[in-house]
């Protein structure tokens, strides 16, 4: 019987080494909370609402290759975009400074992207990346047309959702990227009308650490 008990005791003190373990990991990989399940991923997915984003926070890692899925989920059937930068720009409008449309620093300045996937693409703007993967045109939409053009940042519009009889989804893309060394807090953010939807909180943050 004293056998007895003490196996149930060992295994009893070996479950708990193993709770412990579980609780450890999950407080130093933050599992719950609003970036759940993305903080050790390489794969995010970014729906764009009216107005916001889901997730609103990430955390990318220094050197990782990540895979960007953004798509566009309005319910109002309002068309959005997608930036990423530091510092939205401003101009003086005579009575206070209002921001109008990109950001001071992109985030994607001088990178390689590798566009995988995408369709009902209103305008692909790489700014100073440079594209890789399949030709840009690709994902462009139909009705109305899709453009490229360089510009000077980087910058995504999707179309709509289409409600109704002729039922489409919202624009989507997908691509690819290594995270450089650029360390800190970036914004994403989206600039349609005039600035007017950053403006009602369509942004969000994105935090790179080694």
């Known amino acids: 019987m004293l056998k007895n008990h003490g196996s149930v005791s060992t295994k009893g003190i070996f479950v708990s080494i193993i709770i412990a373990i579980l609780l450890i990991v999950s407080s130093v990989y933050g599992i719950g909370g609003d970036d759940a ?8 997915v970014i729906d764009m609402t009216d107005y916001g984003f889901t997730p609103s926070a990430m955390t990318w890692h220094v050197g990782d290759t990540v895979t960007l899925t953004v798509r566009n989920a309005s319910e ?12 939205p720009n401003e101009e003086d409008v005579g009575f206070g400074k209002t921001i109008t449309d990109g950001f001071e620093t992109d985030f994607f300045k001088k990178m390689n992207v590798k566009l995988i996937t995408g369709s009902r693409i209103l305008m692909v703007q790489p700014g100073t990346a440079h594209f890789t993967g399949i030709n840009p045109k690709k ?4 009705e109305p047309p899709g453009l490229v053009q360089q510009g000077d940042q980087f910058q995504i519009v999707f179309a709509w959702p289409e ?19 650029e360390q800190g807090k970036w914004e994403m953010a989206c600039y349609q009308g005039d600035g007017q939807h950053i403006k009602n909180g369509m942004r969000g943050t994105i935090n790179i650490v080694k």
Do not use: W
């Open 37 to 44: 399940g993305q903080k050790n991923s390489t794969h995010f």
């Open 76 to 87: 109002q059937g309002v068309m959005h975009e997608f930036m990423v930068g530091r510092d």
């Open 139 to 142: 994902v462009l939409a139909k």
């Open 163 to 181: 409600r109704g009889k002729k039922s489409e989804p919202g624009g989507t893309i997908t691509f690819q990227f290594k995270v450089p060394n």
